[in-house]
Every structure is written in C-alpha cells, then in structure tokens.
C-alpha cells in the first residue's frame, strides 16, 4: 500500500462514543485484513483545557469536535472498506457519503494537530517570564497597570508582581494569562 494513496476522512459518530469507535477500530485493525491493509490510523482530535479548582489549575483533555473521528485510509475503488467503516458500532455515516467519501486535506490536519500542539507547548514553557522583568496586567480590577515580577510560580502558572499604586509598592498574584511582557 503506497503512503501516498491515504487520505483523511471523517466519521460522523454518535456524540460520546468517539473513543468506543476509535478503540473498535484500533481492534479491528488487528483483526481484519481488509481494515489493516487499508486504514492507516484512526484519530480523535483533542484539546486541553485548564481550569481553577480549589487554588490548583487543572489540565484536562476534551474532544474539540465532539461527534467525528478522523481516519487515515485508502478508500480508493474498494467500496467494502468504506462499507466496513461505515457499518461500524457507534458510526453514523461518512463525511461525503457511502458512495462518494469526500477527503479531509492535510493541510486541515495539520491545523488540527497543530493546536493541540501548541496547547501542550503552553503548559511545558516554563521560562516564559523572569524575575525583575517588566511586565504590563492586561486582565482584571488592575488592568492597565506595569509592574516588575517579584516571583515566578511555573507550576501554578502565577506570578508575583510588584505594582505601584497609589505611590506605594504593592505585590499582586497574577496567572500568566493576565500579564504581558512590556
């Protein structure tokens, strides 16, 4: 089977059963030729989302397009390996079409891909900020306000920020999110 052959197309699948229809799959794959000379890989496309809770953030991983799953496969003139998919448990039907499955082009699965990407490259960057830099608040009750940072807390995404108001040195904590650099 040549690489160039595989496109991406999507399943429309019952909504909360992507991971059933992706782990099916994943199995089937094992088992059936026809599915493991054809179908490359399946996929689920996930985002992480953070999220306060008891003064700790957290990361949790959700669906970002809730009811499809993507698969890489050669449908090509083999009519039975897109019946196969779209007979499948949990699977609604194909984006397209049983007769005419429409391609998904890489390019928007590298856009995809590329966001849940740079989500992880967000929660491992940890010299984002350095003490004694000047940083502006762009968020909340002191938005407007530059202050130079006092601490760095990587793992809670916050920082200590020394900002004068009113004449006087005061330090605020503030997450990453609510400052840039100046």
């Known amino acids: ?38 179908v490359a890989q399946v996929m689920i496309p996930m985002e992480k989302h953070a999220s306060i809770r008891a003064g700790k953030r957290v990361v949790k991983e959700k669906i970002s397009m809730p009811g499809y799953a993507f ?30 499955p429409s391609p998904v082009s890489q390019s ?37 306000f530059s202050g130079v940072i006092d601490e760095v807390n990587a793992g809670q995404h916050k920082l200590k920020v020394m900002v004068k108001i009113f004449g006087r040195k005061t330090p605020l904590e503030l997450g990453f999110n609510q400052v840039e650099k100046e």
């Open 108 to 144: 928007e699965i590298n856009r995809m891909l590329g966001t849940a990407e740079n989500a992880e490259f967000e929660d491992s960057d940890e010299s984002l900020f350095t003490v004694d830099e000047t940083v502006k608040v762009v968020d909340g009750p002191f938005s407007g």
């Open 71 to 100: 698969v890489q496969a050669d449908l090509g003139t083999n009519d039975e390996v897109a019946s196969a998919l779209r007979f499948m448990p949990n699977v609604l039907g194909i984006l397209g079409g049983l007769d005419h």
């Open 1 to 38: 089977m040549a690489e160039s052959k595989n496109n991406w197309y999507v399943l429309k699948v019952v909504s909360g059963k992507e991971a059933k229809v992706k782990e099916y799959l994943d199995s089937e794959m094992k088992h059936n030729t026809l599915l493991s000379d054809h």
